[in-house]
């Protein structure tokens, strides 16, 4: 079956979330041919076309809210912004883009005592769609790394899940801050349900943290990378391929 054609949509809204959070509303004519409903939390691919013929850019985004003909694409704003972050930057009502998909949304599995969820800001649009889908009686935490105090954001999760805030202005290479965090959580009864997306290096200690430190089954946790620090997402992509094949359970 082959993919669908990206639809064209239009910037209805731009708004600031938090000083390193802008949010784009997409909607328009183009809407028509997206799935109406249950989207949040899906991925959705930006084209940016080039210039002299090139190969457009795929940029992979999270759709964070869905409403009637419209969503919402939460963007990180970079102070060396690649070409998604630098458009959204610029991005005004009536701008339009073309997206591609909605992929299917990953949602935390159900069947664990209770949940962990772990993520930078890259990954903070589809853990706040998570935790809004959650039973109200989901125990457990959320750790979330962000730039600045100010990129807290106030979320809606379970009375029961705690919201613990890494902020961490500087870049970590060796991306240990929240598997570090992690280590020193106290850890609750039972078996958690693990969801974790961050850059590609804290991915493989966040791995490696809950094979060897924290060990959580695998079918109890999800572990992705959504970008790979000083690299494009082309190479990225290579790069987390490459380590799936190698570091398989």
Not at 57 to 64: E, G, K, N, S
Not at 92 to 120: A, E, Q, T, Y
Not at 186 to 193: I, M, Q, T
């Given at each position: 079956?082959?993919?669908?054609?990206?639809?064209?949509?239009?910037?209805?809204?731009?708004?600031?979330?938090?000083?390193?959070?802008?949010?784009?509303?997409?909607?328009?004519?183009?809407?028509?041919?997206?799935?109406q409903?249950?989207?949040?939390?899906a991925?959705?691919?930006?084209?940016?076309?080039q210039?002299?013929?090139?190969?457009?850019?795929?940029?992979?985004?999270?759709?964070?809210?869905?409403?009637?003909?419209?969503?919402?694409?939460?963007?990180?704003?970079?102070?060396?912004?690649?070409?998604?972050?630098?458009?959204?930057?610029?991005?005004?009502?009536?701008?339009?883009?073309?997206?591609?998909?909605?992929?299917?949304?990953k949602?935390?599995?159900?069947?664990?005592?209770?949940?962990?969820?772990?993520?930078?800001?890259?990954?903070?649009?589809?853990?706040?769609?998570?935790?809004?889908?959650?039973?109200?009686?989901?125990?457990?935490?959320?750790v979330?790394?962000?730039?600045h105090?100010?990129?807290?954001?106030?979320?809606?999760?379970?009375?029961?899940?705690?919201?613990?805030?890494?902020?961490?202005?500087?870049?970590d290479?060796?991306?240990?801050?929240?598997?570090?965090?992690?280590?020193?959580?106290?850890?609750?009864?039972?078996?958690?349900?693990?969801?974790?997306?961050?850059?590609?290096?804290?991915?493989?200690?966040?791995?490696?943290?809950?094979?060897?430190?924290?060990?959580?089954?695998?079918?109890?946790?999800?572990?992705?990378?959504?970008?790979?620090?000083?690299?494009?997402?082309?190479?990225?992509?290579?790069?987390?391929?490459?380590?799936?094949?190698?570091?398989?359970?």
């Amino acid at each position: 079956m082959s993919r669908p054609l990206p639809r064209e949509l239009e910037v209805l809204a731009t708004a600031d979330i938090t000083p390193h959070m802008r949010r784009i509303t997409l909607g328009g004519s183009g809407m028509a041919t997206f799935p109406q409903e249950d989207q949040g939390g899906a991925y959705i691919k930006l084209v940016f076309p080039q210039q002299d013929g090139a190969k457009p850019l795929l940029r992979t985004y999270t759709v964070r809210n869905q409403r009637e003909g419209e969503i919402d694409v939460d963007f990180v704003l970079h102070d060396a912004p690649g070409p998604a972050s630098r458009w959204a930057t610029q991005a005004g009502v009536g701008d339009r883009i073309l997206v591609g998909g909605p992929g299917p949304r990953k949602l935390i599995n159900s069947d664990g005592d209770w949940c962990l969820f772990v993520g930078d800001m890259t990954a903070l649009p589809a853990i706040s769609v998570n935790l809004e889908l959650l039973p109200a009686d989901t125990r457990g935490y959320a750790v979330l790394e962000v730039l600045h105090e100010e990129d807290i954001q106030a979320l809606r999760a379970p009375q029961n899940l705690q919201l613990v805030w890494v902020v961490n202005p500087d870049p970590d290479p060796e991306g240990r801050v929240l598997a570090e965090r992690i280590a020193a959580l106290p850890w609750l009864e039972g078996s958690p349900a693990v969801w974790a997306a961050s850059e590609f290096n804290s991915m493989r200690e966040l791995r490696r943290c809950f094979r060897e430190v924290r060990p959580v089954e695998k079918k109890l946790r999800y572990i992705s990378s959504y970008w790979k620090m000083g690299i494009s997402e082309d190479q990225h992509k290579i790069d987390k391929k490459r380590d799936a094949e190698l570091n398989a359970d």
